[in-house]
């Protein structure tokens, strides 16, 4: 019998202390809930409102503890990175949207890079931390047409230029994710995804590669399975690659009992420009270069990892069935009373 007080020894092993930066994000959301499900990780959701309906509802989680930080007071991120053995980090470069500007702003996304980074080189010298995942954007595929390349990926992969310059590649590995399949959800009057429309940012013929954001959370979940072999590693992740045609076909075949027709509609470069330049620069260079995930080369990695894709088929049929919560008007096209309506990112 033990003595009243006495400290009995767990025989379970302790979680292990992870920070995710912008945890509110779609990918970091992704991120936090995969990890809260394996019981394995003590999870500090960063964020910057810790009172948002976003960061209440991460915070809400198992093993999830909400953090209030910024990724541009490198002050709050070195608190917040105290005593962390992992990071998962992300940067954005979306600022509040301007005309003649857009929201796309690069020099945003790179102090928070330098700041994020400065960070973890101080919680790696401190000794606790070993492992930095961080989550970039995927390279082309033909790297001798990536010029011009959209300015927010330059921004991506600059600072895991300056995660090697600060020598710390040895701990770090670099999930490079393609376009979300969320992105279909643009608000875009005129240009929503409905059961009649599929909407894209490039020519119906071209092969696109796409990826479910939550995925990107079974990829960190993998990759921090197996750390040892995934550490120094950079890798071009995507879950699908299909034509515009092919993917308005796989909604096609989800409603075609309901006797309807799907079909992809390419939205116009020029308006694309107009809104988001950078966005327009992105569609060129996947037409022009292409994303470049190994799409074998995946699978095999996958496997290992224990990592199931979601198929584009299974996503729409999940928002179809309003599995997700999503609020997108399927059934009819866009209203202007259905504006507020749609999925606020
Ligand atoms: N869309 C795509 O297809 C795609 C594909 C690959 C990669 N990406 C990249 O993925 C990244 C994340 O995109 P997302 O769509 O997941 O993000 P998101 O849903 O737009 O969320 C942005 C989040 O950033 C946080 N944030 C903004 N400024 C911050 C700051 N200064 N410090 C800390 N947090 C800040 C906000 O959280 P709080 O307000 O709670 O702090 C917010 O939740 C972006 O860099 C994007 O370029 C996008």
């Known amino acids: ?12 092993k302790r979680n292990t202390v992870i920070a995710v930066t912008m945890a509110t994000s779609r990918q970091g959301a992704g991120v936090v809930k995969e990890l809260s499900k394996t019981n394995k990780y003590q999870i500090r959701a960063i964020t910057r409102n810790t009172k948002s309906a976003k960061a209440l509802e991460i915070g809400s989680l198992n093993n999830v503890e909400l953090v209030k930080a910024d990724l541009m007071d490198p002050e709050s991120l ?18 509040g949207w301007k005309l003649f500007r ?33 989550s970039s954007i995927s390279k082309a595929k033909d790297p001798l047409k990536n010029e011009p390349a959209p300015g927010h990926f330059t921004s991506k992969w600059d600072i895991e230029e300056y ?6 590649k040895k701990i770090t590995t670099v999930l490079r994710p393609v376009s979300y399949f969320e992105n279909f959800e643009n608000k875009l009057p005129g240009y ?49 690659e299909l034509t515009g045609h092919e993917m308005a076909m796989t909604l096609q075949r989800i409603v075609s009992s309901e006797g309807l027709q799907t079909n992809y509609i390419k939205i116009p470069r020029v308006a694309i420009k107009f809104l988001e330049y950078d966005i327009g620069v992105m569609a060129d260079w996947i037409e022009r270069s292409g994303y470049g995930a190994d799409m074998k080369k995946l699978k095999i990695i996958q496997k290992e990892l224990n990592i199931v894709p979601t198929s584009l088929k299974d996503w729409l049929k999940a928002k179809l069935e309003n599995k997700n919560k999503s609020q997108i008007e399927w059934s009819r096209h866009w209203k202007s009373s259905q504006w507020k309506l749609l999925w606020d990112k």
Do not use: C
């Open 1 to 12: 019998m033990l003595e009243q007080g006495a400290i009995v020894e767990s025989d379970t």
């Open 78 to 95: 070195n608190k917040a990175f105290e005593g962390v053995e992992v990071i998962f980090g992300n940067t954005t470069p979306t600022k």
């Open 102 to 134: 857009g929201s796309i702003v690069r020099s945003y996304e790179m102090e928070q890079g330098y700041n994020l980074i400065n960070q973890v080189k101080t919680a790696y010298e401190k000794g606790k931390l070993n492992h930095f995942v961080f």
């Open 163 to 168: 995660i090697e310059k600060l020598d710390l």
């Open 192 to 240: 929503n995804i409905s059961k009649k429309v599929f909407p894209g940012i490039i020519g119906k013929d071209f092969k696109w590669q796409t990826i479910a954001v939550e995925d990107i959370g079974k990829w960190v979940r993998g990759i921090l399975s197996k750390p040892e072999k995934y550490k120094t590693q950079s890798i071009n992740i995507a879950g699908e």
